[in-house]
């Protein structure tokens, strides 16, 4: 997003813009670095690399250097910016992975009244408790301290959020100091059809033969619920490949994707994953894969703004996706219309052992919320599976930990299928569509350009910087605002047994 959004802000900024600095905790990637200069042409771009601004939990060192190295990186990262129309825009600052960093940015802009744009993409307590131990070693374990931190009340400081549900929260507490600010999304002009047929060329290569193949373009995350878009698949187009783009990127998903890639291999499911994961230089763009897809699917748990629905739409390939509450409404704004979308796809309780699963599930809730403080957990709703007690009947997949997943998986095709498609009427048409070649095409509506089109973006952008004038948000605001957010991801049709241990 910063590469594609930061021309349009340059461009569309009130003044000129002398130069644009890249603060970060690690130098970016060599080629990434020369197209983000290429596209903002004549505007230097300086790289200021401090590693104590990067995920404190990569650090090795102690929390007391860690604090010294922010606050030098700090002071020489915003050196002479009483001299300069200075603007800071900080990524997912509410992801809460460098609390240290996120206050001590804070605290500068406030203090030296530079206006700073917190863009919050995710969050720290939307199925990350796994995290909070880090946040007690940071000193940061009280709820009102985080909320202090992450959703800080500041008239130098506009929280954004990327889709209307997170915004409508944020702007309940901080009325003229937030807002929304969807990713910009242009349609890229499709790839010829050459490196469709290259793309098309190198997954033949890649799957071992010539097969119909489904992507899922993402990274291995057990949100990706995976096992899902694999299910589909397999019922939907027995002979299609499943196919991921992108590998692990951290060592707490390790575990689920060995898990589902050694299940993949002993039962030969036509599953490949990590499709683009590696060093090879002669890999097909993430355009070039999906112009030489059949289909496109997204499975995912949560999303923050859901570019994927988006990318199958703007390259013409039928998609096959879950329905999130939080990011339907904002495609229904943009004008998309998806015809094979679906809530949850529900399987027979004779199709896993229950007995152990909710064993299991207990065993795993009870861990996760032994992660919360008390006031947090009081406010966990109560999982699907385990709301059914010992009443078995039909379950969302969603809903179940990877090894019931995987048992899912592992009955014959025709058997699953049969107890399932009473229980999921809309998976016939598809069915039917998907062997004919004619999954329904989402298309780009002319509507889009009003919401999602880079000059769009930077108006919208320019319009939240913070001028100074603005009133400071009622005391207890952030706690206020975090408190409606846990509310909200605590419900328990947001809970996810996936979710709660790398290990499930």
């Known amino acids: 997003?910063?590469?594609?959004?930061?021309?349009?802000?340059?461009?569309?900024?009130?003044?000129?813009?002398?130069?644009?600095?890249?603060?970060?905790?690690?130098?970016?990637?060599?080629?990434?670095?020369?197209?983000?200069?290429?596209?903002?042409?004549?505007?230097?771009?300086?790289?200021?690399?401090?590693?104590?601004?990067?995920?404190?939990?990569?650090?090795?060192?102690?929390?007391?250097?860690?604090?010294?190295a922010i606050l030098d990186g700090m002071k020489r990262l915003l050196a002479e910016t009483s001299e300069n129309n200075c603007l800071v825009w900080a990524h997912n600052l509410g992801l809460g992975r460098n609390l240290r960093l996120a206050r001590r940015l804070v605290f500068a802009c406030h203090n030296l009244g530079i206006p700073l744009i917190a863009h919050h993409h995710d969050w720290w307590f939307d199925n990350r408790w796994h995290h909070f131990r880090a946040k007690s070693e940071s000193g940061l374990s009280r709820l009102d301290l985080l909320a202090n931190t992450v959703l800080a009340a500041s008239p130098s400081v506009c929280h954004?959020?990327?889709?209307?549900?997170?915004?409508?929260?944020?702007?309940?507490?901080?009325?003229?100091?937030?807002?929304?600010?969807?990713?910009?999304?242009?349609?890229?002009?499709?790839?010829?059809?050459?490196?469709?047929?290259?793309?098309?060329?190198?997954l033949i290569e890649?799957?071992?033969?010539?097969?119909?193949?489904?992507?899922?373009?993402?990274?291995?995350?057990?949100?990706?619920?995976?096992?899902?878009?694999?299910?589909?698949?397999?019922?939907?187009?027995?002979?299609?490949?499943?196919?991921?783009?992108?590998?692990?990127?951290?060592?707490?998903?390790?575990?689920?994707?060995?898990?589902?890639?050694?299940?993949?291999?002993r039962h030969g499911w036509r599953l490949r994953l990590g499709l683009l994961q590696g060093n090879e230089t002669l890999k097909p763009s993430v355009p070039e894969l999906l112009a030489a897809s059949e289909a496109v699917l997204l499975t995912s748990l949560q999303e923050g703004f859901g570019l994927p629905y988006l990318e199958a739409a703007a390259a013409g390939r039928p998609l096959i996706a879950r329905q999130l509450s939080n990011i339907a409404p904002d495609l229904e704004t943009f004008g998309f219309t998806f015809p094979q979308s679906y809530r949850e796809v529900q399987?027979?309780?004779?199709?896993?052992?229950?007995?152990?699963?909710?064993?299991?599930?207990?065993?795993?809730?009870?861990?996760?919320?032994?992660?919360?403080?008390?006031?947090?957990?009081?406010?966990?709703?109560?999982?699907?599976?385990?709301?059914?007690?010992?009443?078995?009947?039909?379950?969302?997949?969603?809903?179940?930990?990877?090894?019931?997943?995987?048992?899912?998986?592992?009955?014959?095709?025709?058997?699953?299928?049969?107890?399932?498609?009473?229980?999921?009427?809309?998976?016939?048409?598809?069915?039917?569509?998907?062997?004919?070649?004619?999954?329904?095409?989402?298309?780009?509506?002319?509507?889009?350009?009003?919401?999602?089109?880079?000059?769009?973006?930077?108006?919208?952008?320019?319009?939240?910087?913070?001028?100074?004038?603005?009133?400071?948000?009622a005391p207890g605001a952030s706690a206020a605002a975090q408190g409606q957010f846990l509310l909200q991801k605590l419900k328990a049709e947001n809970l996810y047994p996936l979710l709660w241990n790398s290990r499930t």
């Open 1 to 68: 997003m910063i590469e594609l959004a930061t021309p349009h802000l340059v461009r569309r900024a009130p003044e000129p813009v002398s130069a644009v600095v890249l603060g970060t905790g690690e130098a970016p990637d060599a080629d990434w670095l020369r197209g983000f200069r290429r596209r903002l042409g004549r505007t230097p771009v300086k790289v200021f690399v401090e590693p104590a601004f990067g995920y404190v939990s990569e650090s090795n060192r102690n929390r007391r250097a860690i604090d010294r």
């Open 160 to 202: 954004v959020a990327i889709n209307q549900a997170d915004a409508a929260v944020l702007g309940k507490h901080f009325p003229g100091s937030s807002g929304w600010l969807p990713n910009p999304v242009e349609p890229e002009t499709p790839p010829t059809a050459a490196r469709a047929r290259a793309a098309e060329t190198w």
């Open 347 to 473: 399987v027979g309780p004779d199709l896993f052992d229950w007995r152990s699963e909710r064993q299991r599930q207990a065993g795993l809730f009870a861990e996760w919320k032994h992660l919360m403080p008390r006031a947090a957990r009081r406010l966990a709703g109560k999982p699907t599976l385990l709301a059914a007690g010992s009443r078995r009947c039909p379950v969302p997949f969603s809903r179940l930990t990877l090894t019931a997943q995987i048992e899912v998986l592992a009955r014959p095709i025709d058997e699953s299928w049969a107890r399932c498609a009473p229980l999921n009427p809309f998976l016939e048409t598809w069915r039917t569509r998907a062997a004919a070649a004619q999954l329904q095409i989402s298309p780009w509506p002319q509507s889009a350009a009003r919401w999602l089109g880079g000059d769009i973006y930077a108006a919208r952008f320019w319009s939240l910087v913070p001028t100074g004038l603005a009133a400071r948000p």
């Open 206 to 265: 890649q799957i071992g033969g010539k097969a119909p193949v489904w992507l899922l373009p993402c990274r291995l995350l057990r949100r990706k619920n995976i096992a899902e878009a694999l299910l589909l698949t397999r019922w939907l187009r027995p002979e299609a490949w499943l196919a991921t783009t992108g590998g692990v990127s951290s060592a707490e998903e390790e575990s689920y994707a060995s898990t589902l890639n050694a299940a993949a291999r």
